[in-house]
């Protein structure tokens, strides 16, 4: 099948561990938050809540690291971003669990990605951390709930990487083909 053309802001967005030195500006933090602001959410919820740091800011800077597990924060030492996303999983209104807040976070992410991607910054997300580390030291309140940690930064240089964690860059990462996750409803054509 000949190649299929999506936008270029899509199609170079990979997930590093290498990060340049160069720190991100107010403003270009503050664009990424604002593409994230605008994202749909269920009823308008806008659930979605961000604590980062940059390096300069040690206090905040140090209560994140200590969140991550040791595999990230091995990388994650060079990085100029670094940000804790969390949701608000009650409504505090009708008092109820919200349903959608994970789809809401992440359609915020996906704009958050897509504008840093436009300025020609790139994003890793992690999983690995500890959410009760998280909780005691931000006094994270019981409707919130923390999902995900993001390094965001300019590309750096590889080349001073060890190998374990060096990533896989444009089409020489793996991917699903496209007959493999569309189909007609009949389940046992899919594995
Ligand atoms: C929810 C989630 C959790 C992840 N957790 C980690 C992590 O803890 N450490 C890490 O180095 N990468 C982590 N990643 C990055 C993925 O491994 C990466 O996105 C995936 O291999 C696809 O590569 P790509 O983003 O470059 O296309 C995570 C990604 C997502 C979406």
Known sequence: ????????????????????SKQLSIETIESLFEA???AASSRNSQPWRFIYATPDQNET???????????????????PFLM????????PERN???????YDLGLAMGNFTMQASHLGIYLR??????VQKAIDHFNIPEMFEPVIMVTAGYLGNEENLPDHLVVPKGNQRSRKSIDSIIFDGNWDKMK
């Open 125 to 130: 997300n992690m999983g690995g951390f500890s």
């Open 96 to 102: 109820v669990e919200r349903k959608n807040v994970a």
């Open 1 to 20: 099948m000949n190649k299929i053309s999506i936008q270029p802001i899509v199609e170079k967005r990979y997930s590093p561990r290498a990060y340049d």
């Open 61 to 79: 800077w140090d209560k994140l690291f200590d969140c991550l597990i040791p595999f990230n924060q091995e990388w994650v030492k060079s990085a």
């Open 84 to 91: 804790l996303a969390l949701v608000q999983k009650i409504d």
């Open 36 to 38: 994230a602001r605008w």
